[in-house]
Structure formats: C-alpha cells, structure tokens
C-alpha cells in the first residue's frame, strides 16, 4: 500500500509540474505529504529520534530548515557563484565574443552539414564555461544560427544542432555536476576528468555523425534544398555583441583556475569554485574599467553579479532542497527499500537498477520539461540504493545526471527547446523529431560507457 501510495503522489507531483506548476512547492508539498502519511500510517519516521523535534507535525518543517542551512553552505554557494558569474559575463558581452572566436574556425569547411556538427561539437565545449543550456542556445541562435542558414541547410537542421549543443551537462563547475560528486564523495574536478570527459569525448564521435546524416537525410526528405544565401544583418546591433574579440578568454579563467590548481597539476596551492568566480569577476570589472573608463558604470555592472547570486539560490538551491525533501517522503514511506527488493526479488542486479534508475529520470525530464527538477529529486536517494546493491553511487549518479540533461532534448516544453524553436521560427514538436535520433545516441554511449567503468571494476 505505500509503495501504491507513493507512486500516486509522485504521479501527482509529475502531472502538476507538467501543467507549468512552480516545481519546488510542488516538490515541497508533495515530500510533506509523503512524510505525514508514513508517520500516520507507521510505513517510517521523519527524522531520526535524535533530530526529531518531539511533535510530527513540526519535524517535517525541521527536515527543511536543517537541509535548507547544509546546502547554503558549501554546495549552495558553488552554484550561486558559478550562476551568478555567467550573469557577469553575458552582461560584459564576454560570452558573445568568446562564441564568436570559437566558431571561426567551422567557417573553413566546405559541407554545410559538417559545419552544422562541429557547431554542436564547438558548443558542447563552449558549455564548459556557459553552463545554461537555454543560454547557450540562445548566443548561438544569435551568432552560429544565421550562418549556418547562409550556408543553406535547413532552419530545423540549424535549431536542432544548435538546441542540444549542452545535452551533456558536463563541466566541472556545472551544478548537476557539483551536486553529483559531492553526493558521489569524490571532487568535481576528479568526476569530471576520470567519469565524464571520457564518455563525452566518445559522444563527440557518435552525436556529431548522427547530427550530420540525419539532419541530412531528413532535409532531403522534406525537400530542402541546399542553397547558400546571403544573411542580413539585424538593423541594431546588442551593445553586447561589441565587447572585443579578446573578452573571449575571461569566461575562461575560472575554469582555468580550477584545473590548474587540483589534483591535476598544481597541489600546493588551494582553489576552490566559489573563489575562482571571485577571481574571475574581479578580472572581467579590472578589463571593463579599461575598456570603459567609467567606474560608475563598472561598478553597476557587477550588481549583476550580485543579483545573480539572488537567482541562484531562489531557483537552484530552493529546487534542490525541494527534491531532497521529496527524497525524503519516499524514503519515509519505504519506497525506496520496497523497490530494491522487487527488483531483486526478480534478478535485478546492480546494472539492471542503474537502467531503472535512469529510465525514471529520462521520462520524468521529458514529462516535466527540466533535466534539473528530476535529477535533483532523486539524486539524494542515490547512494542508500547504491548501497544495497553493492555498487559505487558514482555509478548511478553518472548516467542518471547525463541522461536527465539527454533526455530535456525529447521534451517540446523544456527551455531550451521552446527558446530554441522560438528564435529559429520552427515548431518544438517538428524540432525534437529532428533531435530525437542524435539524443538516443547520446543516451546509448551515456548507458554504454557506464558498462564500461562498471565491467573494468
């Protein structure tokens, strides 16, 4: 019965956040409902006996406060300052230009539909340092969109390349990154050098053939002509698009900073995300000062950087501590403990429960239209059903988060998709057919290299 219950509430939670529901009330409500109704009915308790606040009523607001206060902390202010740093930077124009220094290079290729997957390849590195999917789309639609269509590939072939250029969200500083490897115990920088950069490197090879013969293919299917045309120019220019070619290299340096000073290379000094954001943001105000003169104007910009952090915690870590909190209820409630034993109940080993695992998170990403609200759900019960199959959370953690960022592609309500399709005057139902077959691939090597790290011990 609570194994019913549960997946009626979760049924329930999933539905409203499909409707456009704000996910973390939903999430929040949903993990105290979960809470009440294991307490009432005798299926678990809120808290430890230790933690509890001696009335059940309370203990589930208790629950939220402590996990509230822990990922302010050192989790929370990683996030806050890598979102508010790229806040910085788009404002100062550096991630335009270092866009615009990135896709030089595509234009020396003669096949229009090799120039649109190295624009998937040069974006999926770009994403190293631009961590927002829909971002990153956006300054792409703005720059590498037009010239593909110049070179006459279709504008559902350019949306397409250009809408899943993140699909791998996979740089160190990223927050499914953050909250993966500390959840894993291991530090971001070793997660994402020894797991995900191999899995990605592979995915460069397979996503970029599968976007070059099927956007093809498809183009040719529905009659398109390959045509190069002459693009126009919109008549005002974005003051960001301005910023020197150079300023290409600030959105950089933080990333700079965090491999060089790691276990890498450089041990005797210490460096850590937050302080490589300072670091960074002082740089970027030092280069504007330069550029501008004008230090009332510097000084307003970096307000940016500050309302960034304000964002970060209103929309990021409030989902986080949202997800735990669901987390929580279906711990509660024995869901968990009763789905481990069904599966084992039926053969399930530690490789067949990774597949359910990212199963869930693929289909609620595209029901729920984020990568971020699932995954950030269910990564804190990762590493107990690790545990009880006898596996490294690394393991589950690492397909589960690239398959939630894989499988927002397929959904036509997710940002990037909708963003995406609305500057390239495409519908997002014709434009994830156009992504579904690259995406599958990406979940295959994402499913495939795990195998891999699993097999090799």
Known sequence: MGLVISALVTFWVGFLIYKKYKPQPVLFLGGMILMYIAAVFGYGTI???KAATGSTFFDAFEFIRATMSSNAGKLGMNIMAVGAFARYMDKIGASRSLVRLTIRPLLALKSPYIVLSGTWIVGMLIGLCINSASGLAMLLMVTMFPILIGLGV???SATAAVATTLCFDWSPSDTGTILSAETAGLNPVVYWTDYQVPIVLVAFVVVGTLHYFTQKYMDKRDGHIVQPME?????EEDPADSAPLWYAVLPVIPLALILSFSPLWITSI???IVMAMFIGLFIGACCEYLRWHDGKKVMGDIQTFFDGLG???ANVITLIVAGQTF????????????????????????????????AIIAFSAVVMGSGNAPFFAFAALTPAVAAQTGIHPVLMLLPMHFAASIARNWSPITAVIVVSSGMGGVSPFDLVKRTAIPMAG???VNIGMTFFYYYRG
């Open 47 to 49: 808290l430890p006996a």
């Open 154 to 156: 279709s504008r559902l």
């Open 231 to 235: 693009v126009e120019k919109p008549a």
């Open 270 to 272: 210490k460096m850590n």
């Open 311 to 313: 964002m970060q915690m």
């Open 327 to 358: 987390a929580q209820g279906l711990l509660s409630m024995g869901t968990i403990n009763s789905l481990i034993s069904g599966s084992q109940g039926f053969g399930f080993g530690p490789m067949s429960m990774m597949l359910v695992m990212v």
């Open 442 to 444: 990406a979940m295959l």
